[in-house]
């Protein structure tokens, strides 16, 4: 079974650091890429960085470009979003996604096929 877990959540103050970790479990194929989302109360779920799997590479978006890196480790399954200078506005439920195939936009959660259960990440001001 394919399952995807979220974890390294917490509250920060603005301008703190937080690195979340998403274990990948179950495969029995290589997905295409693998990305985090967010999803605010009242907003809709948007694309924060993907990692593609063949070549490494990566996709940001506008909002948290400089301040957010995601990497994998492919030892240990693992998918890592390295998050600085966190605002208030990036307070959200974060959510793990791979995606099987090839998706023509990638920050957009549609095509996603497998996600983890989320975890929260709250920066005060």
């Known amino acids: 079974q394919v399952q995807l877990v979220e974890s390294g959540g917490g509250s920060v103050q603005t301008g703190g650091s937080l690195r979340l970790s998403c274990a990948a479990s179950?495969?029995?194929?290589?997905?295409?890429?693998m990305g985090w989302f967010r999803q605010a109360p009242g907003k809709e779920r948007e694309g924060v960085a993907i990692?593609?799997?063949?070549?490494?590479?990566?996709t940001y978006a506008d909002s948290v470009k400089g301040r957010f890196t995601v990497s994998r480790d492919n030892t240990k399954n693992t998918l890592y979003l390295q998050m600085n200078s966190l605002q208030p506005e990036d307070t959200a439920m974060y959510y793990c996604?791979?995606?099987?195939?090839?998706?023509?936009?990638?920050?957009?959660?549609?095509?996603?096929?497998?996600w983890g259960q989320g975890t929260q990440v709250t920066v005060s001001s």
């Open positions: 996604a791979s995606a099987r195939w090839w998706v023509s936009d990638p920050l957009s959660h549609h095509g996603y096929n497998v």
């Open positions: 179950g495969y029995t194929y290589s997905s295409y890429s």
């Open positions: 990692f593609y799997t063949l070549g490494g590479g990566t």
